[in-house]
């Protein structure tokens, strides 16, 4: 089975009669198939551009706006007879700086995050440029919402910054702890004549010192899946040799 096109001819005699009929038929199969894939790829094409988690649209030289995506109409309003100035930046004129209309100058992409919008949300942008089905220059540009991802980080950072805050607490106060024990160990030593006693207060301020300067090494340490032991075996080692003279 195959797809033709008929186009016919009659010829008629001079009491209107036909007498002759001449047909064409032409196989469009081909065409017909080519023309169905067409309008299949329009309407992924156009599924794809509606259903982005973002706007899409082109922009003019004069800043009038073509083509817009269903996202953009929801969040700027209706592009018709406005210019991208009004609708996104709520301005009446154009702005003094534009990344998107530096690309006609240019004709290199721009990309850029976009966080003072009108429907509040944080977008990363993507300007490129793009020439029309009738040749004219515009600038296509797309916005993807990453609003949760940003505000996913700052928590991340926020959270970071006091568990950062809690360590350098904890850290002085065991520090603080660790000194005041040895200086009253210090100042005990200074009435013991025993130097069996002497010896096992100095043994257990060693210990001391010994764990204040693991918890040192473990706060100054940046990467905790990596302690240098070379460092920490070199002061205690130089600690001791101190202690023993």
């Not at 469009?28 to 309008?39: G, I, S």
């Not at 004219?136 to 950072?157: C, F, H, N, P, Y």
């Not at 024990?181 to 130097?195: A, P």
């Not at 300067?213 to 990467?223: A, S």
């Amino acid at each position: 089975t195959i797809d033709v096109l008929l186009s016919a001819v009659s010829e008629k005699d001079r009491s209107d009669n036909i007498t002759k009929t001449l047909a064409v038929l032409i196989d469009v199969t081909d065409r017909n198939r080519a023309e169905k894939e067409l309008r299949l790829e329009r309407k992924r094409f156009r599924l794809l551009l509606e259903n982005i988690p973002g706007y899409i649209y082109l922009q003019a030289p004069d800043y009038s706006i073509p083509y817009a995506n269903d996202y953009f109409k929801q969040h700027f309003g209706e592009p018709e007879g406005r210019c991208c100035y009004e609708l996104m930046w709520d301005r009446e004129s154009p702005c003094e700086i534009c990344p998107t209309f530096k690309v006609f100058d240019s004709n290199i992409p721009e990309f850029w995050e976009w966080s003072e919008t009108p429907d509040g949300k944080i977008y990363t942008v993507h300007d490129f440029p793009f020439i029309d089905s009738d040749g004219s220059e515009l600038v296509l540009e797309i916005g993807i919402d990453v609003t949760d991802r940003v505000e996913a980080e700052r928590q991340l950072k926020a959270s970071l910054k006091e568990k950062e805050i809690l360590l350098q607490e904890l850290y002085h106060r065991t520090k603080n702890n660790m000194q005041t024990i040895v200086s009253m160990i210090n100042l005990q030593t200074q009435h013991i004549g025993d130097k069996r006693i002497l010896q096992i207060f100095r043994e257990t301020k060693n210990r001391i010192d010994a764990m204040a300067l693991v918890h040192k090494k473990l706060y100054q340490t940046k990467n905790l899946s990596r302690i240098d032991l070379k460092g920490y075996f070199t002061d205690l080692i130089a600690h001791l040799s101190n202690t023993y003279e």
